[in-house]
């Protein structure tokens, strides 16, 4: 119930009215609930025993906050485990080591675990030993095994690309935090790309946010307002 309720940043109570049908619980809100518990395959805690009595299988997935990417990669997650009638098992970590161990030993009953970031990064936490894992956009300390993430270098490289293919050649960079692995290989990519074709990266055409959509169109201004023969006439950005 407190995994719903984080998801949707409503209180368990709520949760917990919305789903017993409480007529004081906007109708809005119940079916926002409703809708989260469905999408995630959520179920409570204490229906774990009479599950497993009847030989149901749980996957344990493991986030770090839940954010509008990782809600997008849950519900992806859910929507498979429900054709193949897995129940989801959902732990918000808040990026605590200690959370995560507590909540492996609390529930033996999962078959696997996904743990999913909003950010390609090293997770402060090595592989479980005892159950069998996989890694969407992070991956545990140590080790590179099991993971799925994106090809930044490439993908950004192919991006400026079509952008050099479009006539361009002052092209500017928004980026985001550097401890992000995904910036880091989106710069890369995009020096690349640009020394490729035979032009010279300019520092003053990488400018740097925090990942946040403010800060995005502040980054932009600052490009927008060089002077017209520096301008970019064009710009990546390594996020929306």
């Known amino acids: 119930m407190k995994d719903v ?45 009479s599950l497993r009595s009847v030989g149901s299988s749980f996957i344990g997935v493991v986030v770090d906050y839940m954010s509008e990417i990782t809600g997008e990669l849950v519900k992806g997650v859910a929507a498979v485990c429900r054709k193949r009638n897995f129940v989801v098992a959902l732990c918000i970590t808040g990026n605590d080591p200690e959370v995560v161990d507590q909540w492996v030993r609390e529930n033996r009953c999962v078959e696997g675990l996904i743990f999913l970031t909003g950010g390609i990064r090293e997770l402060p936490w090595s592989r479980p030993a005892s159950i069998p894992s996989v890694y969407g956009y992070c991956f545990p300390a140590g080790s590179r095994d099991n993971c799925v993430y994106p090809d930044n270098v490439e993908g950004a490289r192919a991006a400026v690309e079509h952008l050099i293919g479009l006539g361009h050649s002052r092209i500017g960079y928004i980026n985001g935090p550097p401890r992000w692995e995904a910036h880091t290989t989106r710069l890369k990519g995009y020096k690349e790309a640009l020394a490729s074709a035979g032009i010279a990266v300019r520092d003053a055409w990488v400018a740097e946010g925090d990942g946040t959509y403010e800060s995005g169109e502040a980054a932009a201004l600052r490009l927008l307002r060089l002077p017209p023969d520096e301008r970019p006439t064009a710009l990546f950005a390594c996020s929306d």
């Open 5 to 49: 309720a984080d998801l949707l940043g409503v209180s368990r109570s709520t949760v917990s009215r919305a789903i017993s049908g409480d007529p004081h619980v906007n109708e809005s809100t119940r079916q926002r609930v409703l809708q989260a518990v469905q999408d995630l395959g959520f179920r409570p805690n204490r229906l774990a025993q």
